[in-house]
């Protein structure tokens, strides 16, 4: 029930991109169709159920204050904490590119349709932001921060879906000159923030 | 030292070239300090810090890494200078470390740091790329800056924690806009200011 908990809130109330704006740089360069935002949204759904659970076992065991006393015990006053970005930002980038290369060989036809979003997702602060947050949040399990990755993926694959189809429409409203392409596109998401916020202060269970 | 195109790398993103408003770079990180004055602007400061010497750092090793694993390197000197930015942070600033949390870990996947270190430090040497750096750097700032500004000065009625409007304000009925405090306003204050940029600078407005 936790679990259930945790992952409706990482899609609707702590969405990645309503509520913290991460992963918006490719957020607004890829929402202008439905079809391309889908692909790059499952790409990043799979990141995070890939890499959040690989770094929340670093963290644990690696990382954190104490945590190497599995090694050896005089080992329980070390600290390595400070390591952590380029630790998870290296995760990040070794398994985009192990993905990368086990969907080329498994499934050409997925990989053809995700094509140059696979590589890109190496710098989508989505993924080192939901590594952080695991961080910050200390979940008592590597099964609740995998759900917490689901979660935090689905999330922010349902924004660019939508934000895409609204896009889509809006190619044929007259928009004031300035404000066509990103200016209003910055403006939809807000309302679109604005509407998700909507979800705040449900509580299941 | 301040020839033609230095001074264009450091006075050009601005405005006519702002990564913020123009590049669309590094959105992610930005907007969710803007609540208030004093995060952004040490936000603004730490990404200055990062930009210039990553900058100057990769153009010195221009030559030297080999065009496969130009990434992987970049990422490795951000990632070491965004560590000793936030151990700083954490020494001498605690509250505002705070706030910040997460947001300045995440400097690191700043489309402006890899967009400015793959379009410009690659191809120019040291001098002009710790200006471009700055420049970029500033640019940042300034709209954090502004953004910043607008919603704590209509969000909760402060400029840098004092406050600014009058206690008879609020005696004959003004009320602070909780609104501009969420997260979503940070997006539609950027949208306006776009449009007035935009409306400004005609030649950048798109079909």
Known sequence: MEELNLFIKSIFIDNMIFAYFLGMCSFLAVSKNVKTALGLGIAVTFM??????????????VLQEGALTWLSPSLAGVDLSFLGLILFIA???SATQLVEMAVEKFSPSL???????????????????????MQQRDFSSAWTATVYGAGSGIGWLLA??????????????????????VGIAFIITGLMGIAFMSFLGIRLG | MLSKKN????????????????????ICSSLAVTASLEPAIVMGISVIAVLAFS?????????????????????VVIAALVIIVQQILVAYNYDVSKKLSVFIGLIITNCIIMGRLEAFAMHNSPWPSFLDGVGNGLGYTIILVIVAFFRELLGSGTL???????????DHGYMDNGLMILPPMALITLGCIIWYHRAHNKELQEN
């Open chain 1, 48 to 61: 995070l159920v890939v890499t959040v659970p690989i770094n929340y076992m670093l963290n644990k065991y």
């Open chain 2, 160 to 170: 840098f924690g004092f406050k600014v409007i009058p206690q008879w304000c609020y």
């Open chain 2, 7 to 26: 001074k264009e790398a450091l006075f050009n993103p601005l405005s006519k070239d702002n990564p913020i408003l123009v590049q669309i770079l590094g």
């Open chain 1, 91 to 93: 995760v990040i980038a």
């Open chain 1, 160 to 181: 660019i879906v939508g934000i895409a189809a609204i896009r889509e429409k809006i190619a044929y409203s007259d928009i004031p000159k300035p404000l066509r392409g």
């Open chain 1, 111 to 133: 990989y053809a349709s995700l094509g140059i979003f696979l590589p890109l997702i190496a710098v989508n602060c989505a993924i080192l932001g939901a590594a952080l947050f």
């Open chain 2, 55 to 75: 900058n100057v750092i990769i153009s010195f090793l221009r030559k030297t890494v080999p065009t496969n694993i130009r990434i992987i390197v970049q990422l």
